[in-house]
């Protein structure tokens, strides 16, 4: 081999070697940029994901219910208060504004957004078995880049507690004014009785200056029971808590109510064993107690007996209860007592000048405590209520 030769091989070695490493080194460049891009990719994807998660998370979160639907009228999310609101389990992805909902007013709501941009605070009902609810609706028609239509958007407000805060309130300041009104017009016209000449016999004189002397006493019962209970909704009533042992506290609003007790010839009995200690505002207990005594003395059997009891109980509670053996409370009427101015016996409570306040102002001051009320009867055979309250801590004076 001539040395031409061998340079000319040499250098179809070298180009070999060099085309092969070349091809190599693009081979593996082109692998890198492969195995890049699919990391890239698979990043975005689980950007996309945790975006979409956050979005259904934060979606899931909202009070308001809320349906985005697309531009074939079938729904592309919907959240869970939405499905708790029409009763369907979401996201309900594909289906129809109807078929999710089944009602019509909201796929009517849809359609009107074909040639209105939005319509907002659309007032809906919703008929259920166990209560009708009230939504508020604002639904805007959403648009793509190019304005083109794109779905909607649908939130639905539910305004359901608010109506019936707002019924409760009406009905509230309906009761008031009836209660104010009946005193004053009694007022009014054994005023007007004595204008008219009354005045002259001092027989109808004092007795209608009697009226008078009653029914503005019933006023002033009326107003500070009221003052008493707004202060307590608004949480502007102060508790001054300490450990309060109950047979004392039992004791002393049972002294109370003694007088009108011996004129009832109700026998009063302090059965509160001692060493039951609550936490609780001395006054605030006091004046509990006494709206249950006068309850169960009022309400309760002439010559009866109202029997005050206690126990301490499991968690660092304790009890205590005013037990009367009178006619009792007739069964439909033991959910509604704690009420403000519900009256199981109507006539019973005007006749005895009841505000019809008194056991509302027990539950709420209880409660103001973190305590617990409840009442349990078997008519005929008398009534007990009953308040729990939190153990009082540390070393009260034992009686
Ligand atoms: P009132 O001013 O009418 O006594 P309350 O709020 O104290 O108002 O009581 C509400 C109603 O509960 C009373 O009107 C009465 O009908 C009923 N009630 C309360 N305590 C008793 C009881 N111990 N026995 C029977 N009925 C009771």
């Not at 698979?42 to 639907?69: C, H, N, P, S, Y």
């Not at 008493?228 to 502007?236: F, K, T, V």
């Not at 027990?362 to 939190?390: C, D, M, W, Y």
């Amino acid at each position: 081999m001539t040395a031409l030769e061998i340079l000319l091989l040499l250098a179809l070695v070298a180009t070999i070697t060099v085309a092969w490493w070349l091809r190599l080194q693009l081979q593996a460049t082109r692998e890198r940029q492969v195995r890049e891009l699919a990391e890239q990719r698979a990043q975005r994807e689980a950007e996309l994901r945790t975006q979409a998660e956050r979005t259904a998370a934060l979606f899931d979160r909202m009070v308001e219910g809320i349906i985005v639907v697309g531009a074939t009228g079938r729904i592309r999310i919907a959240n869970r208060a939405a499905g708790a609101l029409f009763n369907f389990i979401p996201p309900a992805a594909d289906r129809t504004v109807l078929e999710a909902t089944r009602h019509h007013e909201v796929a009517a709501l849809v359609s009107r957004l074909d040639r209105e941009p939005e319509v907002l605070d659309h007032e809906l009902r919703i008929d259920g078995l166990a209560e009708t609810r009230h939504l508020e609706v604002n639904a805007l028609a959403l648009r793509s880049a190019d304005g083109a239509r794109d779905g909607a958007i649908l939130v639905f407000h539910d305004l359901t507690r608010l109506r019936q805060l707002e019924a409760v309130r009406q009905e509230f300041v309906a009761n008031v004014s009836h209660e104010l009104r009946t005193p004053l017009a009694l007022i009014k016209s054994a005023a007007e009785t004595l204008i008219d000449g009354g005045k002259n016999d001092v027989t109808i004189t004092a007795r209608f200056l009697e009226i008078i002397d009653k029914h503005a006493n019933r006023l002033t019962l009326l107003i500070d029971d009221l003052l008493l209970l707004a202060r307590l909704d608004s949480g502007r009533v102060e508790l001054n808590l300490q450990p309060v042992p109950l047979r004392a506290a039992a004791q002393d609003a049972l002294d109370d109510a003694a007088l009108i007790a011996r004129a009832r010839g109700v026998r009063l009995a302090n059965e509160v064993p001692p060493g039951v200690v609550a936490e609780a505002d001395p006054d605030r207990l006091r004046q509990v107690l006494a709206n249950l005594i006068d309850n169960a003395i009022k309400y309760g059997r002439p010559d009866g007996t109202v029997a005050l009891r206690g126990r301490a109980l499991a968690g660092a509670r304790v009890e205590i209860s005013v037990r009367d053996d009178g006619p009792g409370i007739p069964t439909e009427a033991l959910v509604r007592v704690f009420e403000r101015f519900y009256r199981a016996d109507k006539a019973r409570s005007r006749e005895q000048g009841g505000t019809g306040l008194g056991l509302a102002i027990v539950k709420n001051v209880v409660q103001a405590h973190g305590g617990e009320v409840r009442v349990e009867s078997t008519p005929g055979e008398g009534a007990e209520f009953f308040i729990t309250l939190r153990a009082g801590i540390g070393s009260a004076n034992q009686r």
